[in-house]
């Protein structure tokens, strides 16, 4: 198994560009999410999704959006990029439900607003 | 929202010591995790350790979910053991609330 992958790896964006991030796993995980980490800061929840065709904010969504039309994929959508933006994002996936809710993370995208 | 607050922040070791790090929540949880950050950035599940004790090899875990608190405990550090480790935890929302974790260091 690859486990959790995200492409690309770095990105270098101007103000006002938009740009997807790729996230996908291959365990047949329900439940995936996206998080940003910022220097010295913990991660922070941006959206999340429960299984394909359902998604929901986390505690920073704004200028984000996600869709999830497979299980295997969770793209993340960038509408409009802002120098606030830069930061690291990490996509995670996991089972989900009863006692198997230990999250897998991929290796993350390093993202610069300029 | 449940508050996450671990300590120390930061904890420089000499290889062969042992530590232990501490995470507070500030209310009932029913998902708990620890996380190893290794300096290029991967994050590593250690334990999902929502109450009891745990171990994998030269580490452990206890949740007092009674008294809300986890202690992660690391023995006979090695110089692969620096990183930061990071707890979350979430009650019934499906919400990974991540604490801003502890630094930590050991040298040879």
């Known amino acids: 198994n690859a486990g959790v992958t995200q492409t690309p790896k770095f990105q270098v964006l101007k103000t006002g560009q938009s740009m997807t991030l790729q996230c996908a796993q291959d365990m047949n995980h329900e439940y995936m999410s996206w998080y940003r980490q910022d220097p010295g800061m913990g991660l922070r929840l941006i959206h999340y999704s429960v299984g394909a065709g359902i998604t929901d904010q986390g505690e920073v969504p704004n200028g984000y959006n996600v869709s999830r039309s497979t299980t295997e994929d969770f793209p993340l959508r960038l509408l409009s990029a802002a120098p606030s933006q830069t930061s690291v994002y990490f996509c995670?996936?996991?089972?989900?439900?009863?006692?198997?809710?230990?999250?897998?993370f991929g290796p993350g995208t390093r993202l610069t607003v300029t | 929202g449940i508050q996450v607050e671990q300590s120390p922040p930061d904890l420089i070791l000499q290889e062969g010591a042992n530590s232990t790090l501490r995470c507070n929540f500030s209310?009932?949880?029913?998902?708990l995790q620890w996380f190893h950050q290794n300096p290029w950035g991967q994050l590593i599940n250690l334990f999902y350790i929502p109450s009891g004790t745990k171990q994998n090899g030269r580490l452990s875990a206890t949740t007092v979910a009674t008294e809300r608190y986890s202690l992660l405990y690391i023995s006979s550090s090695q110089t692969t053991d620096s990183g930061v480790y990071f707890c979350?935890?979430?009650?019934?929302?499906?919400?990974?609330?991540f604490g801003t974790g502890t630094r930590l260091q050991v040298f040879p």
């Open positions: 209310d009932s949880v029913n998902n």
């Open positions: 979350a935890v979430d009650y019934n929302t499906d919400k990974l609330i």
């Open positions: 995670a996936s996991s089972y989900g439900s009863g006692n198997s809710y230990e999250q897998y």
